[in-house]
Protein backbone atom coordinates (compact mmCIF):
# COMPACT_ATOMS: atom_id res chain seq x y z
CA UNK A 1 0.00 0.00 0.00
CA UNK A 2 0.95 3.76 -0.82
CA UNK A 3 -0.08 6.80 1.13
CA UNK A 4 0.39 10.24 -0.14
CA UNK A 5 -0.05 13.71 1.52
CA UNK A 6 0.16 16.73 -0.23
CA UNK A 7 1.44 20.29 1.03
CA UNK A 8 2.02 23.56 -0.59
CA UNK A 9 -1.13 24.60 -1.25
CA UNK A 10 -2.94 28.45 -0.61
CA UNK A 11 -3.56 31.92 -1.78
CA UNK A 12 -1.49 33.50 -4.52
CA UNK A 13 -2.35 36.10 -6.70
CA UNK A 14 -2.40 35.60 -10.85
CA UNK A 15 1.78 35.66 -11.85
CA UNK A 16 2.96 34.19 -8.27
CA UNK A 17 4.16 31.04 -8.18
CA UNK A 18 3.18 28.07 -5.86
CA UNK A 19 5.59 24.91 -4.99
CA UNK A 20 3.77 21.41 -3.96
CA UNK A 21 5.06 18.51 -2.95
CA UNK A 22 3.81 15.19 -2.19
CA UNK A 23 5.48 12.47 0.74
CA UNK A 24 5.04 9.14 0.18
CA UNK A 25 5.26 6.16 2.25
CA UNK A 26 4.63 2.83 2.17
CA UNK A 27 6.43 1.00 -1.04
CA UNK A 28 9.53 1.66 -2.56
CA UNK A 29 9.01 5.23 -3.89
CA UNK A 30 11.38 4.85 -7.44
CA UNK A 31 9.22 1.67 -8.71
CA UNK A 32 6.21 4.32 -8.55
CA UNK A 33 5.40 6.56 -11.14
CA UNK A 34 3.82 9.79 -10.03
CA UNK A 35 1.06 12.50 -11.13
CA UNK A 36 -0.18 15.53 -10.37
CA UNK A 37 -4.08 15.91 -11.11
CA UNK A 38 -6.30 19.18 -10.54
CA UNK A 39 -10.05 19.57 -9.68
CA UNK A 40 -11.27 22.95 -10.47
CA UNK A 41 -14.88 23.72 -8.53
CA UNK A 42 -17.57 22.57 -10.55
CA UNK A 43 -15.43 20.28 -12.77
CA UNK A 44 -13.68 16.28 -12.86
CA UNK A 45 -10.93 15.87 -12.16
CA UNK A 46 -7.90 16.79 -15.15
CA UNK A 47 -4.61 16.16 -15.47
CA UNK A 48 -1.58 18.20 -14.77
CA UNK A 49 1.71 16.72 -15.17
CA UNK A 50 3.19 13.01 -14.48
CA UNK A 51 6.96 11.31 -14.59
CA UNK A 52 7.50 8.25 -15.43
CA UNK A 53 9.32 6.18 -12.41
CA UNK A 54 12.65 5.78 -13.79
CA UNK A 55 12.88 10.26 -13.92
CA UNK A 56 13.29 9.98 -17.86
CA UNK A 57 9.66 11.27 -19.08
CA UNK A 58 7.49 13.32 -18.24
CA UNK A 59 4.38 14.39 -19.24
CA UNK A 60 2.67 17.75 -18.95
CA UNK A 61 -1.18 18.60 -19.93
CA UNK A 62 -1.74 21.54 -22.34
CA UNK A 63 -2.84 24.17 -20.00
CA UNK A 64 0.25 23.86 -17.81
CA UNK A 65 2.63 23.29 -20.16
CA UNK A 66 6.07 25.94 -20.34
CA UNK A 67 4.56 26.84 -16.36
CA UNK A 68 4.39 23.97 -14.10
CA UNK A 69 7.36 21.54 -13.49
CA UNK A 70 7.25 18.25 -11.59
CA UNK A 71 10.70 16.62 -10.14
CA UNK A 72 10.67 14.10 -7.94
CA UNK A 73 13.38 12.70 -5.08
CA UNK A 74 14.04 9.82 -5.11
CA UNK A 75 15.98 9.65 -2.15
CA UNK A 76 13.50 11.45 -0.26
CA UNK A 77 10.55 9.71 -1.51
CA UNK A 78 9.17 13.14 -2.77
CA UNK A 79 7.52 14.39 -5.87
CA UNK A 80 6.87 18.22 -6.38
CA UNK A 81 5.40 20.47 -8.83
CA UNK A 82 6.46 23.46 -9.08
CA UNK A 83 3.79 26.59 -10.65
CA UNK A 84 4.53 29.86 -12.25
CA UNK A 85 2.99 32.74 -13.60
CA UNK A 86 -0.51 31.28 -12.28
CA UNK A 87 -3.44 32.33 -13.58
CA UNK A 88 -7.08 32.61 -11.89
CA UNK A 89 -8.27 29.61 -13.86
CA UNK A 90 -5.63 27.21 -12.10
CA UNK A 91 -7.54 27.19 -9.11
CA UNK A 92 -8.67 24.06 -7.82
CA UNK A 93 -7.67 21.22 -5.77
CA UNK A 94 -4.69 19.56 -6.53
CA UNK A 95 -4.06 15.92 -5.95
CA UNK A 96 -0.82 13.54 -5.93
CA UNK A 97 -1.40 10.18 -7.11
CA UNK A 98 1.04 7.37 -7.94
CA UNK A 99 0.52 4.43 -10.24
CA UNK A 100 2.54 0.86 -10.00
CA UNK A 101 2.63 0.57 -14.14
CA UNK A 102 5.03 3.06 -16.07
CA UNK A 103 1.89 3.44 -19.01
CA UNK A 104 -0.74 5.35 -19.45
CA UNK A 105 0.18 8.38 -16.73
CA UNK A 106 -1.50 10.91 -18.41
CA UNK A 107 -4.84 9.19 -17.39
CA UNK A 108 -6.82 9.12 -14.12
CA UNK A 109 -6.50 5.32 -13.79
CA UNK A 110 -3.70 5.73 -10.43
CA UNK A 111 -3.75 3.20 -8.13
CA UNK A 112 -3.04 5.64 -5.07
CA UNK A 113 -4.32 9.11 -4.74
CA UNK A 114 -4.05 11.84 -1.79
CA UNK A 115 -6.31 14.02 -0.11
CA UNK A 116 -5.82 16.66 -1.97
CA UNK A 117 -4.43 20.45 -1.33
CA UNK A 118 -6.48 23.73 -2.32
CA UNK A 119 -4.80 26.45 -4.57
CA UNK A 120 -6.50 29.69 -5.15
CA UNK A 121 -5.62 32.00 -7.18
CA UNK A 122 -6.46 35.83 -7.36
CA UNK A 123 -6.73 38.24 -9.97
Known amino acids: QVQL ?3 GGGLV ?3 GSL ?6 SG ?3 SNLSMGWF ?3 PGKEREFVAAMSYGGSTTY ?10 ISRDNAKNTVALQ ?3 LKPEDTAVYYCAAK ?3 VGLTGRRYDYWGQGTQVTVSS
Not at 60 to 69: E, L
Request: glycine share 8%.
Open 5 to 7: VES
Open 13 to 15: QAG
Open 19 to 24: RLSCAT
Open 27 to 29: RTF
Open 38 to 40: RQP
Open 60 to 69: YGDSVKGRFT
Open 83 to 85: MNN
Open 100 to 102: ILN
